[in-house]
């Protein structure tokens, strides 16, 4: 059964198949697809050719809230290999609301910078801004503005960036199946304010249902709200559903910060249910979380750092008149066996197969 739902098969096939008990095989197949992405990754599968490095670019980072790991480690390593190459970076932080990123958009346009990075919001929120910079001819590439990995249709964005968002989802959804013996119960979380947060949300709650799991609620709540949301929020969810609740899933580690101490009042501890499994993107205090065991089990984490590198190289293609490089980043799976992993020791997925001399090979550096 899994083998289909693995391979996202749709249709009467797998319909008929989720009506069926959960059994040993499907574990079993649970767990060999989480596996695939639970080793170390030592071997390089990006590109090894491409333009020489521009020479004294300007970029901006358009940030859609620092506070987010995953916006933070993106912004770091786009100033990192920056860094490398020579080249000036201005972050600007959109601090988690629409009104803060138009802001920094239109601080970003009078900037006149070579190339733009939007750094974790969504491209239809700022489509005035983003036209306006294609318009401009300045480059633009982003970082989950959109669903899609490669060119944004509809917008002049050369390039989103992202692990497979669907395999993420996938991975975080049969870990909790696996775990809960093929009966989870699961409370799903996401912000509609984001295509790939909504994208990523539905393939859990289908690999969840198709598999035979038990979805208890599908909650759409805001990143930016959730340090004043999911306190209250965990403790209405523990009162209804009580323990048919085994695994918390969300689209990104943000909604765990904030849930472990109504769960430790509830009188549940760290290692307990509801385990948290996140979707992404492995900030640096999932891993602290993951590594004392305390409220949160799993993140499928990206390679932040590795990301800020590829959008730097991807914007220094199309200063070349290149098109992009067709790559897409690895995920990993990250549990408390497995955490030093890779940079583990660092809080963050850093895989350790040379990405950094790969690139500085390419740009001539």
Same mark, same amino acid.
């Given at each position: ?63 859609? &809230? ?33 009104? @803060? ?13 070579? @190339? ?23 480059? %633009? ?49 996401? &912000? ?27 909650? &759409? ?15 209405? %969810? ?14 990104? &580690? ?51 750092? %590795? ?7 991807? %914007? ?50």
């Amino acid at each position: 059964m899994l083998k289909h739902i693995i391979a996202g098969v749709a249709g009467a096939g797998l319909l008929a198949a989720a009506a069926a008990p959960a059994n040993a095989d499907a574990i079993a197949d649970a767990n060999a697809f989480v596996a695939t992405f639970a080793g170390r990754a030592t071997k390089w599968d990006g590109p090894t050719t491409g333009p020489k490095g521009a020479a004294g670019k300007t970029i901006v980072v358009l940030a859609a &809230d620092m506070k987010n790991g995953g916006v933070l480690g993106v912004s770091n390593g786009v100033s990192e290999a920056a860094k490398a190459l020579g080249w000036t970076v201005r972050v600007l932080d959109g601090a988690g609301s629409i009104s @803060g990123r138009t802001a920094a958009f239109g601080q970003a346009m009078a900037l006149k910078p070579d @190339g733009i990075v939007i750094n974790g919001f969504d491209a239809v929120e700022q489509k005035a801004g983003i036209e306006a910079a294609g318009a401009a001819k300045i480059p %633009l590439v982003s970082w989950h503005a959109a669903p899609v990995i490669g060119p944004v249709p509809g917008t002049p964005v050369r390039v989103n960036v992202s692990t497979d968002a669907m395999d993420v989802s996938r991975a975080a959804a049969l870990w909790a199946f696996a775990d809960a013996g093929g009966k989870p119960g699961v409370v799903i979380f996401t &912000d509609s304010t984001y295509a790939i947060a909504i994208a990523k949300a539905n393939k859990i709650r289908d690999v969840i249902t198709a598999a035979g799991g038990t979805v208890l609620e599908y909650v &759409d709540t805001p990143i930016a709200d959730t340090s004043t949301r999911m306190p209250q929020l965990t403790t209405s %969810l523990l009162q209804r559903h009580g323990a048919k609740w085994t695994h918390a899933l969300a689209i990104n &580690d943000i909604y765990f910060d904030f849930m472990g101490p109504s769960l430790a009042s509830a009188g549940i501890k760290g290692d307990g249910a509801p385990k948290a499994v996140a979707a992404g993107d492995g900030s640096e205090s999932a891993y602290q979380r993951i590594r004392s065991g305390q409220y949160q089990a799993v993140t499928v984490a990206e390679p932040l750092n %590795l990301q800020g590198w590829q959008l730097v190289d991807e %914007l220094n293609r199309a200063f070349a008149g290149e098109a992009w490089s067709g790559y897409t980043p690895p995920l990993h799976v990250v549990t408390k066996s497995n955490v030093e992993f890779d940079g583990g020791p660092k809080n963050a997925f850093d895989p350790d197969n040379g990405y950094r001399d790969a690139y500085k090979a390419i740009w001539g550096k």
